[in-house]
């Protein structure tokens, strides 16, 4: 049980950690502002630019390290609480400091500073590899927010290493001319003012102007159906969308595939994951290309996705169908395959049929953090523009009695609630019993 002490100090790290950084920053500040006069004057006279490019480069030092610390602090709820967190904070300050003590003119030593400037590049190196080692997928709320952040740590990386090359050019090869040394001192100064930008931009990205919603005929939030954004973007589902469906599908159904597999939400989430990627993308109706996704035009994050079946592809099916038994065999062993054979012959009356005009909804989500603002909406103008296109006249979907917030909302999209569908998987899965819900469909349709 932690103590007084210790509950005050992790409830107030971010506080502790902004002040320890802002005094020792400060401190930094002021001892390099206290050269700059002496530097501007030595550049005026001698017409020398090697201590000034070097002074640059100290001060975008001194600002880089200040930006890591405030934005880790903001940004990673997770960081774990210990002293010796404070203490490196210490340690890199004494290390500016070294840094900073080479700007002496006249007499401004070059080699002598890339010899100390090694010892931060070396560490802020170290310090982001264990940034990327550590990033875990499942700690993200999307799959696009996790690839931006590793995105951003091999950035950071290959930014402290050609700060390093830098200075290795510097010590093995010399003596130079000066204007070399200023070229180095102002890329290496350009690579940290770059990382330090693509850094704060990450973190503190514009705000979204985009719509979405939750809506899905097994799970909906309600939703604005006026709402529309020029910003949300309706596409095929390609390579690299897999994880964001992946997560889409468990988090809105996974309850039909863990009873399946009789797995963990981790597990079943990886089983999904490893079936949309089978056969490049191929297995008919869940392969990653049988997807359209609704993505932010920006960003390119997948925030919705769209299956819909005008009919069943028996044929191609038998070609693809020995791999889903594969996978499950890879995951789960031989019992696991047996297991989840037996599991889904029980729940089997979950596939959905639907008559030679319709058009069948089968998934339709969109991410939880974006509801209500109108991705749904244009996830089922998309719907009608399919329908249309294979001259279908209605389309169709389930939806469970219980889910209320989804029934308004097809009614509002002018579904009406044709019957009430009673399957034994119902009871086994536990959800209630689904509604058939029809949208009649015309050559006149509006398509927004």
């Known amino acids: 049980m932690l103590n007084r002490a210790q509950q005050n100090f992790q409830g107030n790290w971010t506080a502790i950690v902004l002040a320890v950084i802002s005094i020792i920053q400060g401190l930094a500040f002021n001892d390099l502002a206290s050269r700059l006069p002496v530097i501007i004057s030595y550049t005026l006279v001698t017409h020398d630019l090697v201590p000034a490019a070097h002074f640059l480069l100290s001060f975008i030092v001194l600002l880089r390290i200040f930006q890591t610390y405030i934005t880790a602090a903001l940004d990673y709820d997770e960081w774990v609480t210990n002293f010796p967190d404070v203490l490196i904070i210490f340690v890199i300050g004494l290390i500016e400091y070294y840094v900073f003590s080479s700007l002496i003119v006249p007499g401004f030593l070059v080699i002598q500073f890339h010899q100390r400037i090694s010892f931060i590049s070396v560490l802020a190196a170290i310090g ?6 550590s990033l875990q997928e499942q700690k993200f709320s999307t799959y696009e927010a996790y690839r931006r952040e590793r995105r951003l740590q091999a950035i950071n990386i290959g930014g402290a290493l050609a700060i390093q090359a830098m200075s290795l050019l510097v010590l093995l090869v010399r003596p130079m001319p000066n204007m070399v040394y200023v070229l180095i001192g102002t890329a290496a100064a350009a690579v940290l003012a770059f990382n330090m930008s693509y850094s704060i931009r990450v973190t503190f990205p514009p705000k979204l102007n985009i719509s979405a919603t939750v809506c899905d005929a ?3 939030a309600g939703e604005k159906s006026q709402t529309r954004n020029s910003n949300i973007l309706v596409r095929q589902s390609q390579r690299g969308d897999e994880p964001a469906l992946a997560r889409l599908i468990s988090d809105n159904f996974g309850y039909i595939f863990s009873a399946v597999f009789d797995t963990s939400p981790r597990m079943t989430k990886k089983i999904l994951l490893s079936m949309l990627r089978a056969a490049n993308g191929r297995i008919p109706n869940f392969g990653f290309r049988s997807f359209e996704v609704a993505c932010d035009g920006n960003s390119a994050e997948v925030l919705g996705l769209l299956n819909s079946a005008c009919s069943k592809p028996l044929s191609t099916a038998l070609v693809y169908w020995p791999l889903i038994p594969a996978i499950i065999l890879y995951h789960l062993g031989l019992y696991g395959l047996i297991r989840s054979w037996n599991n889904w012959n029980v729940i089997r009356d979950t596939v959905p049929e639907f ?3 319709e058009l069948y909804i089968q998934y339709i989500a969109v991410n939880t953090q974006f509801q209500g603002i109108g991705i749904g909406s244009r996830l089922l103008s ?8 294979a001259e279908k006249t209605k389309v169709v979907l389930d939806v ?5 917030k989804a029934r308004d909302f097809f009614r509002s999209q002018g579904f009406r609630e044709d019957m009430l569908i009673s399957r034994f998987s119902d009871q086994v899965l536990g959800k209630g019993q689904t509604i058939r819900m029809v949208h009649n469909i015309s050559a006149t349709v509006s398509l927004s």
């Open 128 to 133: 982001h590899m264990r940034a990327f080692a």
């Open 218 to 220: 097994v799970a909906l």
């Open 382 to 389: 998309r719907v009608y523009e399919l329908c249309i296109s």
């Open 400 to 404: 469970r009695e219980s889910n209320q």
């Open 355 to 357: 008559a030679p005009d």
